[in-house]
């Protein structure tokens, strides 16, 4: 019997090690020739029809690059958007010369604008909260899935609908792939006139491309052009692979910047958004990775407003339905896939007020773009933006402790003003908080905050103050004998 039994035992092992040997095989097999697991690419023409990498439903490979990142806790994702936003965007501007304003000298001042509000606009409501935004109802149907409207500078969401739930991306990843990529070029990590070497697998992506050929020199510049013209997944490769080695390095300072960002309902498994198990994110994410790339990395915008591309001879146009049929329209990114949907990130700025709308799993085409200009028709017609100060305005002065008879003047750090919803009325205030400011000073250093608030004292949005101008420490002179 006990031989028997161990007769059992060893055919059992033998069969496993087969059926991993097999299995071993399989997926060689597919990470060698790019292809899904559930098949082959059923079109790998340049068409918009491709832009969602195009591939057979079911669970694919990620190019061949087995990675396993974790994404950050969807329980956690009822956060406040506006401190959100707001956070991030004061985290990535702040320097290390920031005052001390524990002990700060605190001016009101009076708002040189009269706006039109009737209630305070203080914490950003919860999503089931209708007093301002959220899953407000519109005069009008949004046929995506999911879908949000957000200001862009204080990150205040206006509508919401499944903001929160998770959803395959498609292409509209290749937003964050745009920000690592700018955020290294202003680091002094690349430039733009630099020159990357395709790689065989970037040569080889399936899906909507630019056409890069393995081996092939071009510059950081053209990349990122094609990235975010015409949804380039050959290029997001290419970009990734220069700098960080791999994609999956790549795709690991993705979901960190995510989790930065409070994205806490993302995970990316691939740097262009081709369907792979576990790569997801949600309208509310995918608006405050926007909101913080266009407030920090403005180039991204001079990017996405570009309407048409040529490349290796070949001339093609943006996909975004905004571009040159909505007044002010500047970006962002489509994306498109049988699984994910038709999906959009918008933006527009008129008048000064910058909106973002995501839609998320569209049915059709038509139906994402008309859902994404009902969006920002609803939130310019309902909403402005009142700016109190400009970026560079003089809007106080500070006694420099240590010079005697020794002012600075402070500037205002960027543009800053408040959302109000349209056709109420009441005024804005300015506050100012200065910390102790003493010499030597570098024009540009930090020395306080001017806040925007209404009558109750809520903080609707700040900015830093900044010294105007050096100002030396004094030398002490010794007359001897």
């Not at 918009?48 to 969807?74: H, I």
């Not at 409207?149 to 991306?169: C, F, H, I, Q, V």
């Not at 002010?328 to 949907?341: I, Q, S, Y």
């Not at 900044?466 to 004998?481: Q, Y």
Request: net charge negative.
């Amino acid at each position: 019997m006990e031989q028997n039994n161990n007769w059992l035992r060893s055919a059992g092992i033998c069969l496993v090690v087969i059926a991993m040997m097999l299995l071993a095989g399989f997926s060689v097999f597919n990470a060698e020739n790019d292809l899904p697991f559930a098949g082959s690419i059923v079109n790998a023409s340049l068409s918009e029809q491709s832009e969602g990498e195009n591939a057979l439903a079911g669970t694919t490979d990620d190019y061949g690059e087995v990675v396993a990142v974790s994404g950050s806790n969807a329980g956690e994702s009822m956060q406040n958007d506006h401190n959100i936003v707001l956070k991030t965007v004061q985290a990535a501007a702040q320097k290390a010369t920031e005052p001390d304003l524990t002990a700060a000298v605190t001016i009101e001042v009076e708002a040189p604008v009269l706006v039109n509000t009737q209630q305070a606009l203080g914490a950003e409501p919860l999503p089931e909260d209708n007093g301002y935004g959220g899953s407000k109802e519109l005069p009008f149907e949004v046929e995506a899935e999911a879908a949000i409207l957000m200001e862009a500078s204080t990150g205040k969401n206006l509508y919401d609908k499944n903001a929160y739930e998770r959803y395959e991306p498609a292409s509209v990843t290749k937003i964050m792939t745009l920000l690592l990529a700018l955020e290294a070029i202003n680091a002094g990590e690349i430039r733009w006139d630099e020159n990357l070497v395709v790689s065989n697998k970037a040569g080889r992506m399936k899906g909507s491309q630019m056409g890069l050929e393995a081996g092939q020199e071009v510059s950081i510049k053209n990349i990122l052009k094609g990235i975010s013209t015409v949804s380039a997944n050959d290029g997001s490769i290419a970009i990734a692979e220069h700098l960080y080695g791999t994609e999956r390095n790549f795709v690991q300072k993705m979901n960190e910047k995510a989790s930065e960002l409070g994205m806490a309902s993302s995970n990316f498994q691939n740097s262009s958004g081709w369907p792979a198990e576990n790569h997801y994110t949600s309208a509310r994410d995918i608006a405050i990775l926007s909101a913080f790339a266009i407030n920090v990395q403005t180039g991204i915008l001079d990017l996405t407003s570009q309407r048409e591309f040529t490349f290796n001879g070949v001339h093609r146009h943006s996909y975004n339905p905004l571009l040159g049929n909505y007044e002010g329209a500047d970006g962002l990114k489509t994306g498109w896939t049988g699984r994910a949907g038709y999906c959009l990130a918008g933006t527009v700025e008129k008048d000064g007020l910058r909106l973002i709308a995501v839609v998320l799993n569209s049915p059709t085409d038509s139906a994402r773009g008309a859902d994404t200009e009902a969006l920002m028709n609803y939130g310019f017609s309902e909403f402005s933006f009142d700016t109190v100060a400009n970026k560079g305005d003089i809007v106080s002065q500070a006694a420099v402790s240590n010079r005697k008879d020794t002012e600075v003047d402070l500037v205002v750090a960027e543009n800053l003003g408040a959302l109000v919803p349209a056709n109420l009325g009441y005024d804005l205030k300015t506050e100012i908080k200065i910390g102790k400011v003493s010499a030597p000073i570098t024009k540009g250093d930090v020395q306080g905050r001017i806040f925007v608030t209404n009558t109750k004292g809520e903080v609707l949005n700040q900015t830093d103050l900044l010294a105007a101008a050096d100002v030396e420490l004094k030398k002490i002179r010794f007359i001897g004998n």
